[in-house]
């Protein structure tokens, strides 16, 4: 009797797509048996029993879509036979009835649209900031505002490519610009309570840098979703070729990405810090601001003065017309806790701490309007020359050659630092500077 070879074998024996190497013990084991007579031939090998991986993704594919039908409100047979889609949401009359949308979820009225470019916005207060639901709302006349919001463009194309490489969920069309503007309206609301804990002067500055938090966000989102749509996630790809080095080179870049991501985030910080501390020279302001500065701490020295004077006169500070109610009951149980004998309202270390800095502020306002009507005046040595940049605020030197080691120490040991952009060694532009400046060039 003719032995079947195994090339006659049945197709049957391999109805899944297995890797040669996934072959070659079956076949061997095979041919051993029709070798020997016996056709009782063992089980088909399952491509499960090659890839552990299968049955793991599968269950995670069942909890995902069982997790997405329990958020729509569905069971799993209700979710699959709509399409794994949820419901479709009763569509809103007016942007203006509009339900307010979670971050990172999409309007349901209307498929968002990219923004062509960026959309300004103005709001009362923080909270009433929303992204406009649609042209009527963009469109519309703004309400008298305090705070402007500009919101830039969110690639939507690359966030949707983006989802897809890392989840097996589909893209939700508008999330990415809703959790965009979700960040720039939380920043907007920073922005307004510093607003009101500043002096006015400082609300332009406090403009730009939101603005810049906007700009820079925005470019740093798109480029996030364009890194990571580069090489898709190996549970999507599958471990088969994969491409480990396009992967390492993708993962560096989404690395740098979330450094300048957290460089970013570091403008809420300036936002946070803005009008709280000393005012520069550099501000074109600064006498206006430091007149405005000198006045309340006079007008303070003043209250202090007549606090005490009414205390010391009635033993007590009840109906003192200098103070509200809050501030009385303030006072007095600052002086109940004392450790003092006999307390004051304002005790005279508060008194001779304010009176100095009032000297100091006018001894500053003098010497800032002396500079600026006499201004400074450069000069050239051997070598170079130096210059009085009034407009940056900068004593800058020139050199005609690169300095030696031992000048650029010295440079540096006097606050001067090197600016590629003016090819010139500087600092701010004051008396000292102009002093350090001459012992170098001497």
Same mark, same amino acid.
């Given at each position: 009797?003719?032995? #079947?070879?195994?090339?006659?074998?049945?197709?049957?024996?391999?109805?899944?797509?297995?890797?040669?190497?996934? /072959?070659?013990?079956?076949?061997?084991?095979?041919? *051993?048996?029709?070798?020997?007579? !016996?056709?009782?031939?063992?089980?088909?090998?399952?491509?499960?029993?090659?890839?552990?991986?299968?049955?793991?993704?599968?269950?995670?594919?069942?909890?995902?879509?069982?997790?997405?039908?329990?958020?729509?409100?569905?069971?799993?047979?209700?979710?699959?036979?709509?399409?794994?889609?949820?419901?479709?949401?009763?569509?809103?009359?007016?942007?203006?009835?509009?339900?307010?949308?979670?971050?990172?979820?999409?309007?349901?009225?209307?498929?968002?649209?990219?923004?062509?470019?960026?959309?300004?916005?103005?709001?009362?207060?923080?909270?009433?900031?929303?992204?406009?639901?649609?042209?009527?709302?963009?469109?519309?006349?703004?309400?008298?505002?305090?705070?402007?919001?500009?919101?830039?463009?969110?690639?939507?194309?690359?966030?949707?490519? %983006?989802?897809? %490489?890392?989840?097996?969920?589909?893209?939700?069309?508008?999330?990415?610009?809703?959790?965009?503007?979700?960040?720039?309206?939380?920043?907007?609301?920073? %922005?307004?309570?510093?607003?009101?804990?500043?002096?006015?002067?400082?609300?332009e500055k406090i403009d730009g840098l939101l603005d810049a938090y906007a700009?820079?966000?925005?470019?740093?989102?798109?480029?996030?979703?364009?890194?990571?749509?580069?090489? #898709?996630?190996?549970?999507?790809?599958?471990?088969?070729?994969?491409?480990?080095?396009?992967?390492?080179?993708?993962?560096?870049?989404?690395?740098?990405?979330?450094? !300048?991501?957290?460089?970013?985030?570091?403008?809420?910080?300036?936002?946070?810090?803005?009008?709280?501390?000393?005012?520069?020279?550099?501000?074109?302001?600064?006498?206006?601001?430091?007149?405005?500065?000198?006045?309340?701490?006079?007008?303070?020295?003043?209250?202090?003065?007549?606090?005490?004077?009414? @205390?010391?006169?009635?033993?007590?500070?009840?109906?003192?017309?200098?103070?509200?109610? !809050?501030?009385?009951?303030?006072?007095?149980?600052?002086?109940?806790?004392?450790?003092?004998?006999? #307390?004051?309202?304002?005790?005279?270390?508060?008194?001779?701490?304010?009176?100095?800095?009032?000297? /100091?502020?006018?001894? /500053?306002?003098?010497?800032?309007?002396?500079?600026?009507?006499?201004?400074?005046? *450069?000069?050239?040595?051997?070598?170079?020359?130096?210059?009085?940049?009034?407009?940056?605020?900068?004593?800058?030197?020139?050199?005609?050659?690169?300095?030696?080691?031992?000048?650029?120490?010295?440079?540096?040991?006097?606050?001067?630092?090197?600016?590629?952009?003016? !090819?010139?060694?500087?600092?701010?532009?004051?008396?000292?500077?102009? @002093? %350090?400046?001459?012992?170098?060039?001497?």
């Open positions: 009797m003719e032995l #079947p070879t195994s090339t006659s074998l049945p197709s049957v024996f391999f109805p899944f797509d297995l890797a040669p190497l996934e /072959r070659v013990p079956y076949v061997a084991e095979c041919r *051993g048996l029709v070798n020997q007579g !016996e056709y009782n031939l063992p089980p088909v090998p399952q491509l499960r029993d090659f890839d552990v991986e299968l049955e793991a993704y599968k269950e995670h594919v069942k909890e995902e879509i069982a997790q997405e039908a329990a958020d729509a409100g569905m069971t799993v047979e209700e979710y699959a036979a709509n399409g794994y889609e949820p419901y479709a949401a009763p569509e809103q009359e007016t942007a203006q009835t509009a339900e307010p949308q979670e971050p990172g979820e999409p309007e349901a009225q209307e498929k968002p649209q990219e923004p062509e470019s960026p959309v300004s916005e103005k709001a009362d207060t923080p909270e009433q900031a929303e992204p406009p639901a649609g042209k009527a709302a963009q469109t519309s006349t703004p309400e008298p505002t305090e705070t402007t919001v500009t919101y830039y463009p969110i690639n939507e194309n690359a966030a949707r490519r %983006a989802k897809e %490489a890392i989840s097996f969920s589909d893209y939700k069309p508008g999330s990415a610009t809703a959790e965009y503007r979700h960040y720039v309206d939380e920043a907007a609301e920073i %922005a307004a309570r510093q607003k009101k804990r500043v002096d006015p002067s400082f609300h700009r820079k966000l925005a470019a740093n989102m798109n480029k996030g979703y364009e890194i990571t749509a580069r090489v #898709p996630s190996i549970m999507i790809a599958g471990g088969s070729n994969f491409p480990v080095r396009k992967k390492e080179k993708q993962n560096a870049a989404a690395d740098k990405n979330m450094e !300048e991501y957290r460089e970013i985030q570091g403008l809420l910080d300036k936002i946070r810090s803005t009008g709280m501390g000393g005012i520069s020279a550099d501000d074109p302001n600064a006498v206006s601001k430091l007149e405005s500065k000198l006045a309340k701490l006079e007008a303070l020295q003043e209250t202090m003065k007549a606090v005490n004077a009414y @205390y010391r006169k009635n033993k007590t500070l009840d109906g003192c017309p200098h103070l509200s109610p !809050e501030q009385i009951e303030k006072l007095k149980a600052s002086m109940s806790g004392s450790y003092r004998a006999n #307390p004051k309202p304002f005790e005279s270390y508060q008194l001779s701490n304010n009176n100095a800095e009032i000297r /100091r502020l006018k001894n /500053r306002i003098t010497a800032l309007t002396r500079r600026k009507e006499l201004g400074y005046v *450069g000069w050239e040595f051997d070598g170079g020359r130096v210059e009085a940049n009034t407009a940056d605020n900068r004593l800058q030197i020139f050199f005609d050659e690169k300095p030696d080691k031992e000048i650029r120490e010295e440079l540096k040991g006097n606050g001067f630092r090197y600016a590629p952009s003016t !090819e010139a060694w500087q600092r701010q532009l004051n008396d000292n500077a102009i @002093y %350090a400046a001459d012992c170098i060039k001497s």
